[in-house]
């Protein structure tokens, strides 16, 4: 069994090429050595070969994939049950879709994350450069032509000299903060925990709310439309989310629906979409085409998401400018104005 468990890219091109391969009628062992023999990577070649062994052996695909200890929980349930209806094509191709959607979303929120963060470190950079290293050759200047500086060149002399002297301080604390950051992007506890934080930050809760409605509506739309009943495909999609918010309206939602209420009625009195999406669920449940009508919800919130990030880069961006090219700005007028100051007296 492998530690590390695949990427959502990784899933989405496994599941692809996999669903290609079923739709021309190969079986899964054949597809396996197939995917084998284009596989460059090595890690990639043990899970397959490990993969067709298993296929080999007669067992079912899903626990050949279960074997591996790479795949999610809901990649293999979601597998068994294409298995059972006999649509494995079908399933192989939504779960596709839905990873190569998960890693677009995950593409996008590590890029509004990334981009602040980098300029936040480049602001700093330039301001310990500025006040440790620059300030003190103008103090050298005011010296030579007999004065010292004063007021807020003095303070931001002071400043620089105290990021000099505890610059080991500074230089641990910005190890701690890296170390913190790749504990919350590259862990899974660290990620959960900074999802949980951004859930209920006042400033990214209504994002990572439609977030959680998006990913509800997608895994709500693979789930049902694979033939699982409402209350497994719940149950399935309360297990992937992330938000806690969202799993208390699911819980609620199956409530509903244990009380009697269809499941359009549940998703209403459970908050989960906007009265217009709730609507929309109210019409595919009658037509019964409610797993398309979820796959389209899916995507109008994903095209919200995806524009709610770019907004944020959008204004996040220049505003950094701008406050990186005031701080500079007021850093080096502190100096000028005093020295033009006394250049002018002695000339």
């Known amino acids: 069994m492998h530690q590390k468990s695949l990427s959502n890219q990784e899933?989405?091109?496994?599941?692809?090429?996999?669903?290609m391969l079923f739709q021309a009628g190969i079986t899964p062992t054949e597809s396996m050595h197939i995917l084998?023999?284009?596989?460059n990577s090595t890690e990639g070649r043990e899970i397959l070969q490990e993969i067709a062994d298993n296929c080999a052996q007669?067992?079912?695909?899903?626990?050949?994939l279960k074997s591996t200890g790479v795949f999610p929980d809901y990649v293999l349930h979601m597998i068994?049950?294409?298995?059972e209806s006999g649509n494995m094509d079908d399933v192989m191709q939504s779960l596709a879709a839905y990873y190569d959607r998960e890693d677009s979303i995950a593409d996008s929120i590590k890029s509004a994350i990334s981009y602040p963060l980098i300029m936040i470190g480049i602001m700093l950079l330039v301001i310990f450069v500025l006040l440790g290293k620059v300030m003190p050759i103008?103090?050298?200047?005011f010296i030579q032509l007999g004065s010292e500086m004063t007021g807020i060149s003095a303070t931001l002399l002071q400043l620089g000299n105290s990021l000099n002297r505890y610059s080991l301080v500074f230089i641990c604390i910005l190890v701690v903060c890296v170390i913190l950051f790749l504990f919350a992007t590259k862990t899974k506890r660290g990620h959960a925990i900074t999802v949980h934080t951004l859930s209920v930050?006042?400033?990214t809760k209504g994002f990572y709310e439609k977030l959680a409605a998006g990913r509800f509506a997608s895994g709500m739309a693979l789930a049902i439309g694979s033939g699982m009943d409402t209350f497994s495909s719940l149950d399935m999609?309360?297990?992937l989310t992330e938000h806690k918010g969202m799993q208390e309206k699911i819980a609620v939602c199956r409530k509903a629906i244990e009380d009697g209420a269809n499941l359009s009625e549940a998703l209403a009195l459970s908050n989960i979409f906007s009265n217009l999406y709730s609507r929309m669920v109210a019409v595919g449940f009658r037509t019964g085409s409610i797993d398309i009508v979820m796959q389209k919800i899916a995507d109008n919130y994903d095209k919200e998401t995806e524009k709610k990030i770019y907004s944020?880069?959008?204004?996040?961006?220049?505003?950094?400018?701008?406050?990186?090219?005031?701080?500079?700005?007021l850093i080096l007028l502190s100096v000028i104005f005093p020295l033009m100051g006394i250049m002018s007296s002695i000339g």
């Open 201 to 203: 930050f006042p400033l």
């Open 58 to 64: 007669g067992g079912p695909f899903s626990d050949a």
């Open 80 to 83: 068994r049950l294409g298995e």
């Open 11 to 19: 899933i989405a091109s496994f599941c692809s090429q996999t669903a």
């Open 237 to 239: 999609v309360a297990e």
């Open 36 to 39: 084998l023999n284009d596989s």
């Open 312 to 329: 944020i880069i959008s204004i996040v961006e220049p505003t950094l400018v701008i406050i990186l090219s005031v701080i500079v700005g």
């Open 138 to 141: 103008f103090q050298q200047v």
